[in-house]
C-alpha cells in the first residue's frame, strides 16, 4: 500500500504552528520568525514534502541572494543591482545574510527548494554546503565576485581584481613610492588572492621587490585595515603608500593614520578599491578602483535566464572591467 504523500496539514501539526503559517514561512514572509521558517523547514525536509512540491513546478517566481553581510556599501550595491533587475523581469529579489548568527546553508538549500525559486546568486566567500541538490533539481546557480583563481566549474560573474590591483599598485611606483603597503582580505578568499597577486605583479614590473613585511591580511572591513595599517606603520621603515583591498579597509587605514596624526596624502598615500559613495566623504576623497558593482548583480540576473534556457555545455564566466579613479588620497612621496 503506498504511503500517502505529506500535506501542509501534516507539516503544521508535526511544527507545532498553523497552515496560514506554513504556507507564509515556504513563500519567504517576513512576518514569519526565523526560529519558526527554520522549524518549518526542517519538518518539510524530513517529511519529504519540500521535494514533491517542486516536481513539475515552473520556476519563475523569485531570485535568491546570499550576500555575505550587508552592513557594507559594496553589499548594498549587490542588493541594489539584483533588485532592479529581478523588477525589471517582473520577478522578487529575496536576500539572505550568510553571516547572520543563525545562518544554515543546508536549511537554507532546504527553503529554496521549498519555494519557486527561478535561480540563485551567490555573494559569499564561504557558502560550502551541498549545492548539487540545486543543481539536480534545475536551478541554476551564479557565483558572483569570486575571483579567477576560483576552480569549482561553475557560473561565475567578476570584475578585474587582478588589474585593478595592479594599477592602483601601478599608480603609487609612478607617484615615486617605493615602500607600498599592502592590507587585503582574508588569505583563503579568491578575490583576495587576485588582488595580492595584482599588487606583487606589478611591483616586479616596476622593479621593486617583494617584501613580506609590507603584506597583511585582514577582512575587507574597517577593522581589518585598522590592525593592518597600525603593523605596517609599527615597522622601522614604514611605507610611504598604502594599497587597501576595499574602500573600508581604506578607511581603517585613515583612522589609524589620523591617530598617528600623519596627513593624508603628504605623509601616506591611500588607495582602496571597489569606488563606493564612501570614497567621496572621506577626507580627502579616496583615489580607488572602481568596479561596476551593480552591473555585476545585474549580470548575474541576465544570466540566470540564459541558464535557464541553455541545454547543459560549459558554465559561463564573465568578468567586467575596473577603472582606477585617482582622487585627493594619493600624491608623491614627501622627502624622509
Not at 520577478?91 to 545562518?103: D, P
Not at 603597503?181 to 595584482?198: I, K, N, T
Not at 616596476?206 to 575587507?220: C, T
Not at 574602500?247 to 587605514?253: E, P, S
Request: include cysteine.
Amino acid at each position: 500500500m503506498a504511503t500517502p504523500k505529506p500535506t501542509l496539514a501534516d507539516v503544521a501539526r508535526v511544527a507545532g504552528v498553523s497552515v496560514p503559517t506554513v504556507s507564509k514561512a515556504i513563500s519567504g514572509r517576513s512576518d514569519v520568525a526565523q526560529a519558526t521558517r527554520e522549524r518549518v523547514l526542517s519538518v518539510m525536509n524530513d517529511l519529504g514534502y519540500a521535494g514533491r512540491a517542486h516536481a513539475g513546478v515552473e520556476r519563475d517566481g523569485l531570485i535568491e541572494l546570499a550576500i555575505g553581510g550587508i552592513g557594507s556599501m559594496w553589499a548594498l550595491e549587490i542588493v541594489r543591482g539584483a533588485e532592479e533587475a529581478a523588477f525589471r523581469t517582473g520577478r522578487s529579489l529575496v536576500v539572505a545574510n550568510t553571516q547572520h548568527e543563525t545562518f544554515s546553508v543546508e536549511r537554507w538549500i532546504d527553503s529554496i527548494l521549498a519555494r519557486k525559486v527561478s535561480g540563485v546568486i551567490i555573494a559569499a566567500a564561504h557558502v560550502d554546503g551541498d549545492l548539487s541538490r540545486l543543481h539536480s533539481t534545475g536551478v541554476p546557480v551564479i557565483h558572483l565576485d569570486v575571483g579567477r583563481t576560483e576552480s569549482r566549474d561553475e557560473a561565475q560573474v567578476g570584475a578585474t581584481n587582478w588589474a585593478g590591483m595592479r594599477d592602483a599598485t601601478r599608480h603609487m611606483i609612478e607617484l615615486g613610492h617605493t615602500r607600498i603597503g599592502f592590507v587585503g582580505g582574508e588569505s583563503d578568499v579568491p578575490v583576495a588572492q587576485d588582488r595580492l597577486e595584482g599588487y606583487t605583479a606589478a611591483l616586479r614590473q616596476g622593479g621593486l621587490a617583494v617584501d613580506p613585511a609590507l603584506i597583511m591580511h585582514g577582512d575587507f572591513l574597517v577593522g581589518g585595515g585598522e590592525r593592518g595599517a597600525e603593523a605596517l606603520m609599527s615597522l622601522d621603515d614604514p611605507p610611504t603608500a598604502i594599497v587597501a583591498a576595499s574602500d573600508l579597509t581604506a578607511m581603517g587605514v585613515y583612522n589609524v593614520a589620523h591617530q598617528r596624526g600623519l596627513s593624508i596624502p603628504a605623509d601616506l598615500s591611500v588607495s582602496g578599491f571597489d569606488d563606493t559613495v564612501l570614497c567621496e566623504y572621506l577626507s580627502p576623497p579616496l583615489t580607488t578602483v572602481r568596479q561596476p558593482i551593480s552591473q555585476m548583480a545585474d549580470q548575474a540576473v541576465r544570466l540566470l535566464d540564459d541558464m535557464a534556457r541553455a541545454d547543459g555545455g560549459p558554465q559561463p564566466r564573465i568578468e567586467l572591467s575596473t577603472v582606477l579613479v585617482e582622487r585627493g588620497s594619493t600624491a608623491a612621496p614627501a622627502q624622509r
